[in-house]
């Protein structure tokens, strides 16, 4: 199970892979497309690869409010860490 404190780590990896970068040298307050240089196509290509990392599904819908590597990351908070018991795909 993930925890919290790996998530960001785990973002910041699948980034620097992708990107053929060191793991340092990309930061939460990075933009995806402004400071890492990912084009449309490349940020839906990185985010189907954390789709596939962490288990979860991002909706089309969800994909504009992603502009930064700490978006991402608080998202996959959200939505791949969920406590014990509780049901997903509810609205609250």
Request: glycine share 6%; aromatic share 4%.
């Amino acid at each position: 199970m993930s925890t919290d404190t790996d998530i960001p780590l785990r973002i910041r990896s699948a980034l620097a892979e992708f990107l053929g970068r060191d793991v340092a040298s990309i930061k939460p307050g990075d933009a995806l497309r402004d400071d890492l240089g990912l084009d449309s196509l490349a940020t839906i290509e990185l985010l189907y690869r954390i789709e596939d990392a962490f288990d979860v599904e991002i909706p089309d819908t969800d994909l504009p409010s992603l502009v930064t590597v700490a978006d991402v990351t608080t998202y996959i908070q959200r939505t791949a860490v969920k406590p014990p018991g509780s049901p997903s795909g509810t609205k609250g």
